[in-house]
């Protein structure tokens, strides 16, 4: 393994969402993330946020099964789990277990809600987390239910991404002084972090808490989504003035009687973006895209993802890779010594069973009782793919 993270090896007690987003985050810059996943469970080449790791298949719910985590847990540098709060201690893989077995231990705990808490038991998902979390209440139009942002805000922003923040941080801790603890990391939480400029502004009175009147939620002329005669989308974020300077002059509004006057003014804006909207639909969304190419308008065309692969910049960039046949994002972000790497596709449940067991210490009589007794699965399927290529 190659990266700023080459050398921790982690284990991931295999779920959905942000548990697997964030192991392959870590993966992608050099950790060693050994998935542990049911042996009955399926293999989607496409759920790409399961590259870049092996993979052994367990039964968690046989004590021979939680025996074989126990022991990978011995020389691990962290491990993370997304399951309720309870279910790991209820299986013997609990906290307090595995730190007593390895001191040095990052325990990363993955939830909607945290470990505590009157909602800490029940059941949600990213539209419940970020509900809570004051964050969905500001998206959408003022005459119509809140939108939501797909589940980027809660799942995987404020959760696979403090989640693998807080494990890094901790393991360099673990790295300097050998005590290792529990990363506690709840998608509320982090969803409220995440819009800790909207609550800041809400304080001082620049941010409003009604829907539809503030400068970033799409109600500003100068920040929003426009059609255009074909029915295709621009986006435009042209906040500044010297940036909204420029949009208005290519849109042939600069001097157009108290446009300008008015243009900052939030009581307008409803006007104005009634104008604005007007003039994009009188243009096709390639004729935007070559009038304002170049530019500073901060006005581009808004892509679907089969398009934002092939868009000039992401192909300079480099932004997708294709792994094992299908293109997806490339590690980010760009470190220039030691950058991040899609080293492997996801392969079968179970693929790495037989190798990590050996790594282990189990012998080969060992390795076939485990297999024999349902404990453990091992595929025998060919590895899917390898590294990335570039498209």
């Known amino acids: 393994m190659t990266g700023p993270l080459s050398g921790l090896r982690i284990v991931e007690l295999a779920g959905i969402g942000p548990g697997p987003f964030c192991g392959m ?42 025996a074989v985590v126990r ?47 009157p909602l800490a038991a029940t059941a949600g998902h990213d539209i419940d987390y970020i509900a809570i979390a004051g964050v969905l209440h500001p998206m959408g139009d003022p005459d119509r239910p809140p939108m939501p ?7 995987y922003g404020g959760g696979a991404m403090f989640l693998a923040f807080g494990m890094v941080s901790a393991m360099l801790h673990a790295r300097t002084t050998g005590e290792g603890q529990v990363v506690d990391a709840a998608m509320t939480e982090g969803a409220a972090v995440l819009a800790a400029l909207c609550y800041g502004g ?17 109600s500003a002329p100068f920040y929003g989504v426009y059609a255009c005669s074909d029915g295709e989308f621009f986006a435009i974020g042209a906040a500044e003035p010297h940036f909204s300077d420029q949009l208005l002059r290519l849109l042939g509004l600069r001097d157009e009687d ?16 009634r ?38 910049h992401n192909v300079a960039r480099q932004t997708f890779v294709d792994v094992g046949g299908v293109v997806q994002p490339a590690p980010a972000p760009r470190l220039s010594r030691t950058p991040g790497e899609v080293t492997r596709a996801p392969v079968h449940p179970g693929a790495d069973t037989v190798e990590v067991l050996r790594r282990c210490g189990y012998s080969p009589d060992e390795i076939d009782g485990l297999i024999e007794s349902g404990a453990v699965g091992a595929a025998r399927v060919p590895d899917p793919g390898g590294a990335a290529v570039h498209p």
């Not at 639909?281 to 808004?302: H, K, L, N, S």
């Open 202 to 218: 809400l304080a001082s009175g620049i941010w409003h808490n009604e829907r539809g009147v503030n400068i970033l939620d799409g």
């Open 25 to 66: 985050l870590l993966a992608d810059f050099g950790a060693d993330v050994i998935r542990v996943e049911r042996p009955d469970a399926e293999f989607d080449l496409g759920n790409v946020a399961t590259r870049g790791r092996r993979s052994i298949a367990v039964d968690l719910k046989t004590p021979e099964g939680a």
């Open 149 to 155: 942002p797909l589940n980027l805000v809660g799942d």
């Open 71 to 117: 022991r990978l847990l011995e020389d691990a540098d962290g491990l993370i789990e997304g399951f309720r709060p309870g279910v790991t201690e209820r299986l013997g893989l609990g906290p307090d277990e595995c730190l007593a077995l390895n001191p040095r231990l990052v325990y990363g705990r993955m939830t909607g809600w945290g470990q505590t808490g």
């Open 275 to 312: 104008r604005v909207a007007e003039v994009m639909a009188t243009r096709t969304r390639a004729q935007w895209t070559e009038i304002f190419d170049g530019t500073d308008a901060c006005a581009v065309p808004v892509l679907s993802m089969q398009e934002a692969q092939q868009h000039p």
């Open 258 to 273: 108290g446009i300008w006057e008015a243009w900052y003014q939030r009581e307008e804006w409803p006007r104005l973006r």
